[in-house]
C-alpha cells in the first residue's frame, strides 16, 4: 500500500466531488476499483490523538491488469473522505501510467535542452557498475525523453521518460520509475496549484527520510503532550516524533515513530509529511502513523508468509512497512532513534488539520521554489491528467528536483547518487554515524 492521498479527500463541493470521484470507481466498467472501509483493530483506538475524533482507513483493491495499480490507500477522520482519497490514489495512479506524452531520441536534443540521467541524484557510478546490478543505466543515442517545465520559468527541458509518468512511455524501461512526486486534487479552484505543491512537498518529505535513514542520521526529537504518551504506553507501545527538516526547506518535515503491539505482538511504524506549517505536518505524520499500524497488522496477519524477514530481500514498499512488525528486536538499534536533541520547532497545540485554500497553496509554492533555488535546488513539474480522469474531477501533477534524493522500495537499489551523503548541506551539526549505507532498511510504506 502507497501512502494516502489525503489531498483529494478535502473536496470544496463535497457532494458533486465525490459523485464523481466514485462514478470513477465501480466494480463493472469503472477505472478502478471501488474503495472498502478498513476496520481497525480496537488497540488501534487512536482518538486522543486526535482530539477525540476517531480515524478512519479505506482502501482501493490492486489490479492484476495494470502493474502499476497496487492497493492505493487513505486515512481521514472521516469515513467519506478516506474513501475519496482513497479512490483518487488509485486514479492519480492511473493517469501517471497512461498519460499519453510525446518522446525525443537523446540524439534528437541537444544538451542545453536535455537534463540527462547524471543530473539526477539516482545510482553512484560505482552502483551501476556492480555485476548484475538492476539498474546499470549505460547511455545510448536512442534513449527516450519526455518534455517537463521548470516550476521558475515554465522553460520547457526534457528528461529521461521514466522520471515523468509511471514506466516507460515507449520501449523498456532503462530506470525505475517512482510515485513520489505524484499528487492530485479536485479540480476546483486552483486545483493544479495545490497538487503542484504536495507533490514538491513529498518529494521535500522523501529526500529528508532516505538522507537521515542512509546515513544514519539521528532524530532531533519534538516534544508531545503527556496525554499523547499516556495514552500508548496504556496500550504497551511507544511514541516518539522527530524534526527532519532540511536547513534550507522553509516547510517542516515530522516524522512520527513508534508502535502499538497487536494479538500479543510488537508492531513498529513509522509516518511522516511535509507542510507549511509545523501543526499540520505533525497531524499529518500522525495519520500516515495511524495507518501504517493498520496496515501492518493487516500484512502480517494475512500475507506473513511471504513477508522477508531478511533486509536485503526487501523489494517493495509492503515489505518495508511491515519488517519492523516481523524483525521488531532490529527496532531499538536504528540511528534515528539515536540522541540529537530537541527540536526548535513550535508546535501549536491541540493540533490540527488546517484545511487547505488555494490563496495559500499559491504563497506556500512560491515561496517554496525562492527558498529551494537560493539552496540551488530547481523544480520541474507535468500535468499528467487523462481526458477519463478528468472526467473524475481531479488534476493529477508530477514534481521532479534533480538535486532531492529519492526513497527506494528494492534494497538493492538504494538512490545513492547525487548529494545522497551530502548531511552538512541538509542538517549543519546533527550526528550521524555507521556505514553507508545503513544496513537498517526503512520503514515507510
Request: hydrophobic share 45%; charged share 20%; proline share 9%.
Amino acid at each position: 500500500m502507497s501512502r494516502a492521498a489525503v489531498q483529494a479527500a478535502q473536496p470544496e463541493t463535497p457532494t458533486l466531488s465525490s459523485h464523481l470521484l466514485h462514478g470513477a470507481a465501480r466494480a463493472r466498467c469503472g477505472l478502478v476499483r471501488p474503495a472498502q472501509p478498513i476496520e481497525a483493530s480496537p488497540c488501534d483506538a487512536t482518538g486522543p490523538l486526535f482530539d477525540g475524533r476517531r480515524v478512519h482507513n479505506a482502501a482501493t483493491p490492486a489490479d492484476p491488469a495494470n502493474p502499476w495499480q497496487g492497493v492505493s490507500g487513505a486515512v481521514a477522520l472521516d469515513a467519506e473522505a478516506a474513501a475519496d482519497g482513497a479512490v483518487a490514489e488509485a486514479l492519480e495512479r492511473l493517469a501517471a501510467a497512461q498519460a499519453s506524452v510525446e518522446v525525443r531520441r537523446r540524439d534528437a536534443l541537444t544538451p542545453a535542452h536535455r537534463l540527462d540521467e547524471s543530473a539526477f541524484a539516482l545510482f553512484s557510478a560505482r552502483q551501476r557498475a556492480t555485476p548484475g546490478f538492476p539498474w546499470p543505466m549505460p547511455e545510448r543515442d536512442d534513449d527516450l525523453f519526455a518534455a517537463v517545465h521548470a516550476l521558475d520559468d515554465n522553460r520547457m527541458v526534457w528528461v529521461p521518460q521514466e522520471l515523468v509518468g509511471l514506466g516507460p512511455r515507449r520501449g523498456l524501461a532503462r530506470l525505475p520509475s517512482t510515485s513520489s512526486g505524484l499528487a492530485a486534487w479536485r479540480d476546483g479552484r486552483d486545483g493544479a496549484w495545490l497538487a503542484l505543491l504536495r507533490a514538491a512537498q513529498e518529494l521535500l518529505e522523501r529526500d529528508a527520510l532516505a538522507v537521515t535513514w542512509l546515513n544514519g542520521v539521528a532524530g532531533r526529537r519534538i516534544a508531545l503532550p503527556p496525554q499523547w504518551h499516556a495514552h500508548v504506553d496504556a496500550r504497551g507501545g511507544e511514541l516518539q516524533a522527530f524534526d527532519l527538516t532540511q536547513h534550507w526547506n522553509p516547510h517542516p518535515v515530522i516524522a512520527v515513530a513508534g508502535s502499538i503491539p497487536f494479538e500479543g505482538r510488537p508492531r513498529h511504524v513509522l509516518g511522516i509529511a511535509c507542510r507549511a506549517d509545523p501543526g499540520e505536518a505533525l497531524h499529518k505524520a500522525l495519520l500516515e502513523w495511524q495507518q501504517a499500524l493498520t496496515f501492518a497488522a493487516h500484512l502480517c496477519g494475512r500475507e506473513s508468509a511471504r513477508l522477508p524477514r531478511d533486509p536485503a530481500a526487501l523489494r517493495s514498499f509492503d515489505e518495508h512497512a511491515a519488517f519492523y512488525t516481523l524483525r521488531p528486536e532490529l527496532w531499538p538499534q536504528l540511528p534515528l532513534l539515536g540522541e540529537a536533541g530537541r527540536s526548535t520547532l513550535q508546535l501549536p497545540l491541540p493540533v490540527a488539520a488546517i484545511p487547505p485554500a488555494a490563496p495559500r497553496a499559491i504563497a506556500e509554492l512560491d515561496l517554496l521554489r525562492r527558498r529551494l533555488g537560493s539552496a540551488g535546488i530547481a523544480l520541474y513539474y507535468r500535468e499528467l491528467t487523462t481526458a477519463d480522469v478528468a472526467a473524475a474531477g481531479l488534476r493529477v501533477m508530477r514534481v521532479l528536483s534533480p538535486q532531492l534524493s529519492g526513497l527506494h522500495a528494492d534494497e538493492r537499489a538504494p538512490f545513492l547518487g547525487g548529494r545522497c551523503q551530502d548531511v552538512a548541506w541538509r542538517y549543519p551539526g546533527v550526528p550521524h554515524r555507521g556505514a553507508f549505507p545503513n544496513p537498517f532498511p526503512h520503514p515507510l510504506g
